[in-house]
């Protein structure tokens, strides 16, 4: 089974850090995507990556860059976080159009 | 551009009831189309797709949906749900050429025992 990790489950952080929320994947995956999710809006899409170096926006890039360095690795950045940031960050990966495998998410609240 | 639209918010039904959860999509061209379930404190899982053939596609744990191409819908049925059913449910979709899966806004279902 492909395992896709998100480094931390919850976190706290202060308005204006900078915030790091990592995702790595144990298989081969070329296309890699993080997506937020909160409450009747589903799952809106940030910005994603089909190879290492490699990065798209998304529907909603504002306030967010990302980093993949690795193949297995991508990495959301939040330059300056913000209350309005505060939400679920799902991280997925694909090897094409066969669907996502998601990761647990990271809950994170900006106070 | 496409997207995914899903009638219902919450759906409250008692145990044994049947379920239908509404899916309809806007895209003109070939869809490969998804069902996905989040149980509470889950992550995301797949539940079902439909990529060509047979439009009545069945998934995991007694779970089907249909594809009516005409309807642009790919609604999810079940039966008799359980109280184990209780979850929120995504529908999703990739378009011609696309890597990216657009989702629906969920429904959130709750099954009373």
């Known amino acids: 089974d492909v395992k896709v990790t998100q480094s931390s489950r919850y976190l706290v952080k202060r308005t204006g850090e900078k915030v790091f929320l990592e995702c790595v994947q144990d298989?081969?995956?070329?296309?890699m995507f993080w997506y937020r999710q909160d409450p009747g809006l589903g799952l809106r899409l940030i910005y994603f990556?089909?190879?290492?170096?490699?990065?798209e926006k998304g529907d909603i890039p504002e306030g967010y860059s990302v980093s993949r360095e690795k193949k297995e690795r991508f990495s959301l950045i939040l330059e300056s976080a913000s209350t309005n940031q505060t939400s679920m960050y799902l991280c997925?990966?694909?090897?094409?159009?066969?669907?996502?495998?998601f990761g647990s998410g990271t809950r994170l609240t900006v106070v | 551009a496409q997207s995914v639209s899903q009638h219902n918010h919450h759906v409250i039904l008692s145990e044994a009831a049947s379920l239908e959860l509404g899916c309809n999509y806007s895209?003109?061209?070939?869809?490969?189309l998804f069902w996905y379930v989040q149980y509470p404190g889950q992550h995301l899982q797949l539940l079902l797709k439909?990529?060509?053939?047979?439009?009545l596609v069945k998934g995991i744990k007694g779970f089907e949906a249909e594809f009516i191409k005409s309807k642009f819908s790919f609604n999810l049925r079940k039966p008799s749900v359980q109280w184990s059913d209780t979850a929120e449910y995504f529908c999703?979709?990739?378009?011609?050429?696309?890597?990216?899966?657009?989702f629906g806004k969920g429904t959130k279902l709750s099954v009373i025992p």
């Open positions: 997925a990966t694909s090897p094409g159009r066969f669907g996502y495998t």
């Open positions: 298989m081969d995956h070329e296309n």
């Open positions: 990556s089909y190879d290492v170096k490699m990065k």
């Open positions: 895209y003109g061209g070939t869809v490969n």
């Open positions: 439909y990529f060509s053939g047979d439009p």
């Open positions: 999703a979709l990739y378009g011609a050429g696309s890597y990216q899966l657009t």
